[in-house]
């Protein structure tokens, strides 16, 4: 059984920088058979997709975040990580970590999320 | 690339069937039959109930349909029940291992 479980800081400051990380258990990162993602929900709003990687280390951003976001994988500590810089309080969202199934191209597997509060 | 648009809302009594919408353009939906839709209940995370256009993962009951013409996507609910009462959203695949979501529609169950 795959989990993914989110990690980090419920609340980070205007301006600085949000660090998240996904540990995945029950299966390999380093299968070529999916991608992991990130995603992000404003508190009422809808789902936005904010970048994927592979587990070579290729990576793929929303062309709206790409200025302000990395993301990084372990395959060693079997974990992917999200950095996102600059912040304001329209990053204020539950951010998700998912498994992306490559054929298929469909978000299969989700961590529950953790919510992230940008205070100025 | 901009969000995909859906219904802000869809209401049905129970045993009805209801459909949702989610439109895309030429560059997602419109080329792309990798279209997804989740379900998600309040305070949980979204669960897949639907992927590439009209395909269902183990386990997903068979009330739950998905289908796609041009740039538009549809997930039909039949039957519906009062554990249906949730948000629904599309995704669809866009092209150089990107993704976008719709904005969500919540159903009500009456």
């Known amino acids: 059984q795959l989990q993914l479980q989110e990690s980090g800081p419920g609340l980070v400051k205007a301006s600085e920088t949000l660090s998240l990380t996904c540990t995945v258990s029950?299966?390999?990162?380093?299968?070529?058979?999916?991608?992991w993602g990130w995603i992000r929900q404003p508190p009422g709003k809808g789902l936005e997709w904010i970048g994927s990687i592979y587990y070579s280390g290729s990576t793929y951003y929303n062309p709206s975040l790409k200025s302000r976001v990395t993301i990084s994988v372990d395959t060693s500590k079997n974990l992917f990580s999200l950095k996102v810089n600059s912040l304001t309080a329209a990053d204020t969202a539950v951010y998700y970590c998912?498994?992306?199934?490559?054929?298929?191209?469909?978000?299969?597997?989700w961590g529950q999320g953790t919510l992230v509060t940008v205070s100025s | 690339q901009s969000a995909l648009t859906q219904p802000a809302s869809v209401s049905g009594s129970p045993g009805q069937s209801i459909t949702i919408s989610c439109t895309g353009t030429s560059s997602d939906v419109g080329t792309y039959d990798y279209v997804s839709w989740f379900q998600q209940h309040p305070g949980k995370a979204p669960k897949l109930l639907i992927y590439?256009?009209?395909e269902r993962p183990s386990g997903v009951s068979d009330r739950f349909s998905g289908s796609k013409s041009g740039n538009t996507a549809s997930l039909t609910i039949s039957g519906l029940q009062a554990e249906d009462e949730a948000d629904y959203s599309c995704c669809s695949y866009a092209g150089g291992s990107t993704w976008v979501f719709g904005g969500g529609t919540k159903v009500t169950v009456l």
């Open positions: 998912a498994r992306v199934v490559v054929a298929a191209s469909a978000l299969d597997d």
């Open positions: 029950g299966g390999s990162i380093s299968s070529s058979s999916y991608y």
């Open positions: 590439d256009v009209s």
